[in-house]
């Protein structure tokens, strides 16, 4: 022990160890969209990136005492650093290196590289990197260097979620780990993996128990990465290597993930693209957006998911043996739109669940099913020799507007008479709304000068009940007068009793690299508001916050009250980037001022009355990544006194919450981007309304969620159209329970591709006027069914898989067109089987009773 203080101490002397943090502005060598703000780098505690001297101490002490600091960044300047230990990031540290895309045009691995050598033989062994809650590993490749495509050895997982809510993995180049990245089988919530490459080996990754929201975004895996990296031992002959791949590896395995979102997802040469199976506390339900999943013996596996189904939008899968294969278990619904599936078989199912497949190509090979439903509308099958097999044991066939390649189509149907349905009438299928939301954006200050708050002249203390508004807006004015720069508030508790205005140019920043919790702590800015008082911070144009959290510490559940929005934006191109504030009555205000292309990603929190709130006229705006959840407020640091001391009433705030939280709250607005955006506890869970007469306008919404929420989408008026894409709506209340929602002042087009609905809700979708457009829904519950008031429904494949009340038309004003619809029992109408009744005003083809 006394040689082990004496070195550290001697470590500490020859490399100059900062005793606290020393917050720098860091120039990298690669282009960043943010500017990187670090408290310590690696190479102050010793560490060299010269691919020779262990640097395992050097890189965990400076995390350590980081993490000892409050939180924040430690740097890992571009090099090749050797660790032959194992690595364990703490909470709220983020460890960040310099980064480049590995591309066609230069695929050699360049900027920060970490060689990993511990657990060799051992997988089951400790992981090369834990990730602690709110942490995060971003803009960095991992390498290891005695692994040979020759002779391929067991490692330990590369990277791992412990536990706890929000892990990160972020530009991250995974170059040949025999296995990626875990999260699981351990309870966790949020992981977010973005911006990943590489070649993992035995499994990419593996994800299990997730019970709030992971996000997977931008994943590349493919042989190339490691073939191309320009290191040592990559493999000498590609096709060789090529076939271990093929035959061993599994790019992406999902188990028990609650609402996992999936979206541009690139896999090349895998054994199996995508595996879907139950995991140790039940499986998945997801919505999936983007994948492109080819040359893999299997493009998508599908064993087991839970009752609640999934979706794939706009994906292309092109297995060898399979497309789609599906297993025994399988007794839920899958559900393509704009989807391109082949191999030699292209679907094979061997269970009783739903495929329905809409506006989608089968370019080559087979349709088996020994089981189950398949639904085919306005498809096309392009190969001649394709065959449509369908089993004894399978439940019916729907083919409605299909484009075949021969005539007539090669069927060999061993189901029972009216099984087999064909329809010829042309479907209305409109053009799908085109949107990329795979762009990166720059959330940068006008220029790169720090003004740190703790320091003179400001002196915010961070530490006390002194108000730190002064502080702070003293330090924004200045760098607001100095033409823009970055105000930094380092981990610690500031009172914040006034208002505060951030100017044009300027953002205000936190310790967070990386989406964050409550529970976190971090740069924590507890709010006093006064009595009139208006938002507390005011973001204007070209301005930004980011890495902050905030609380209201006198707002109570049991003691209400109406604070003013906690965030308001005023002006053009301003952004709020992983912003967390546990109890805002109102969080953030994109209403009251016009403020054209807006960025927002990752806000999370508990609102009581508004989430967030678009309109004012903007234009171009986008909002990301949105998560509200009630565990924002109960779970937090307990030994922070702001913070307090007993357990919040979880149902008094569900309560509140089902009946008053205007979650998305959406106006007068143009060309605005809603991506993946999830509240749980909310009246309305998306809220369409106009201001001055005007709505939103080609209002794009990808991935929207609501759960446990009173209403799921509300459409209260309105005279344009919206498109709704993967939509997940949980209907939970005391009454009214609606997923789906037009208004009598709703006078537009609502269309909604790709749904799954569930929950307990009194009515799937009530129509009091206008159009809704339903293409594809999976119906786990639906209560009293479709009720047309007054206007239009057009169905589309819609699964009920409880019996009756399924539909309800008011004979006067109300129309409805059901095309291919499945349900247990017969189809029903005002109560009645639909078979019994003459109605003049529905129009009813292909219907499949199970």
């Not at 699981?184 to 590489?198: A, C, D, K, R, T």
């Not at 299909?402 to 053009?431: C, F, H, S, W, Y």
């Not at 105000?487 to 936190?510: A, K, Q």
């Not at 929950?759 to 457009?773: Q, Y």
Request: hydrophobic share 35%; proline share 5%.
């Amino acid at each position: 022990m006394k040689c082990l203080i004496l070195s550290l101490l001697l470590s500490s002397v020859a490399y100059a160890v900062p005793v606290s943090p020393q917050w720098k502005i860091i120039e990298t060598k690669y282009a960043t969209p943010d500017t990187v703000i670090a408290g310590y780098n690696v190479v102050d505690f010793g560490a060299k990136g010269d691919a020779l001297m262990d640097c395992t101490g050097a890189f965990q002490q400076a995390m350590d005492q980081m993490a000892a600091a409050g939180g924040g960044t430690v740097f890992v300047p571009s090099g090749r650093y050797v660790i032959k230990g194992t690595l364990r990031v703490p909470v709220s540290v983020t460890l960040r290196g310099e980064w480049t895309a590995p591309t066609e045009e230069s695929p050699e691995v360049e900027g920060t590289l970490l060689m990993a050598y511990a657990g060799r033989g051992q997988s089951e062994g400790t992981p090369f990197i834990s990730v602690d809650y709110c942490g995060g590993v971003k803009d960095l490749s991992i390498w290891y260097p005695q692994q040979t495509a020759t002779n391929i050895v067991p490692y330990p997982y590369c990277l791992v979620q412990t536990g706890g809510d929000n892990a990160t993995f972020e530009n991250v180049t995974l170059v040949n780990p025999y296995q990626g990245i875990r999260i699981g089988p351990g309870s966790n919530e949020l992981h977010f993996v973005h911006n990943v490459y590489g070649t993992p080996l035995s499994v990419g990754i593996r994800y299990d128990s997730t019970t709030d929201i992971g996000r997977l975004e931008n994943v590349h895996f493919s042989p190339n990465y490691w073939c191309q990296s320009g290191l040592d031992n990559r493999p000498p002959n590609k096709a060789e290597f090529a076939e271990w791949l093929m035959a061993n590896g599994t790019a992406i395995h999902m188990e028990r993930s609650d609402w996992e979102y999936v979206a541009y997802i690139n896999i090349d040469g895998y054994h199996i693209g995508y595996l879907i199976t139950k995991g140790v506390r039940g499986a998945a339900n997801a919505q999936f957006y983007g994948l492109s999943i080819r040359n893999c013996q299997t493009a998508v596996e599908v064993q087991e998911t839970n009752p609640y189904g999934m979706v794939f939008t706009k994906c292309t899968f092109a297995g060898r043996d399979f497309g789609f294969r599906i297993g025994r278990p399988f007794n839920a619904a899958i559900l393509l739109n704009d989807c391109d599936v082949s191999a030699t078989q292209a679907i094979d199912c061997e269970g009783t669940g739903c495929f329905i497949a809409q506006n989608s190509r089968l370019t080559h090979g087979n349709i088996t099913f020994a089981g189950g439903v398949l639904a085919m509308t306005a498809s096309e099958l392009r190969n001649k020799d394709s065959l449509i097999q369908m089993g004894a044991k399978a439940e019916g066939a729907i083919l409605i507007d299909d484009t075949l390649a021969q005539t007539p189509i090669m069927i060999k149907n061993d189901m029972g008479p009216g099984k087999l349905i064909r329809v010829a009438t042309p479907v209305e299928m409109e053009p799908f709304p085109r949107f990329d939301a795979n762009q990166t954006r720059v959330t940068r200050a006008s220029r790169d000068a720090l003004y740190v708050v703790t320091d003179s002249p400001w002196n915010a203390n961070g530490q006390d009940d002194k108000d730190d508004t002064e502080a702070l807006q003293n330090a924004l004015n200045q760098a607001g007068r100095d033409g823009g720069g970055i105000v930094f508030v380092p981990g610690g508790n500031y009172i914040l009793r006034g208002t505060i205005s951030v100017p044009s140019g300027v953002e205000l920043r936190g310790i967070h690299d990386v989406p964050h919790h409550t529970m976190g702590s971090g740069s924590m800015l507890h709010v006093y508001p006064s009595p009139g008082q208006g938002p507390a911070i005011t973001v204007n144009a070209r301005a930004g916050l980011k890495g902050l959290s905030f609380s209201y510490p006198d707002l109570r559940i049991d003691d209400v009250k109406d604070y003013p929005f906690l965030i308001q934006g005023n002006g053009e191109d301003l952004y709020v980037v992983h912003v967390n504030c546990r109890n805002p009555y109102r969080f953030l205000d994109l209403m009251t001022h016009r403020c054209d292309r807006h960025y927002v990603d990752y806000l999370s929190g508990s609102p009581l009355k508004v989430g967030v709130a678009v309109g004012g006229g903007s234009v171009r705006g986008e909002v990301r990544n949105t998560q509200f959840n009630p565990h924002y407020w109960s779970r937090y640091d307990r030994k922070n006194s702001f913070f307090p001391r007993g357990r919040t009433n979880f149902d008094m705030l569900w309560t509140y919450q089902k009946e008053n939280l205007d979650a998305m709250w959406i106006g007068n607005c143009r060309d605005e981007m809603l991506f993946q955006n999830f509240v749980y506890g909310s009246l309305y869970g998306i809220h369409f309304t106009q201001q001055d007469g005007y709505g939103p306008e080609n209002a794009v919404i990808h991935g929207h969620g609501t759960d446990g929420s009173k209403v799921g989408v509300y459409f209260e008026q309105g005279n344009g159209r919206i498109d709704m894409i993967n939509s997940e709506l949980v209907a939970m209340s005391s009454e009214n329970k609606i997923a789906i929602k037009l208004g009598t002042d709703y006078s537009g087009i609502a269309r909604l591709i790709n749904t799954m609905v569930w929950g307990d809700p009194s009515t799937l979708a009530l129509v009091e006027n206008g159009k809704l457009v339903l293409q594809g829904l999976h119906a786990h519950r639906h209560g009293d069914g479709l009720q047309v008031d007054k206007g239009e429904i057009l169905a589309v494949n819609v699964n009920f898989t409880s019996r009756g009340k399924h539909l309800r038309l008011s004979e006067s004003q109300g129309k409805a067109t059901l095309l291919g619809t499945i349900t247990r029992g017969p189809l029903e109408l005002n109560s009645k089987p639909i078979s019994d009744q003459l109605p003049t005003k529905i129009v009813n083809q292909g219907n499949l009773s199970r």
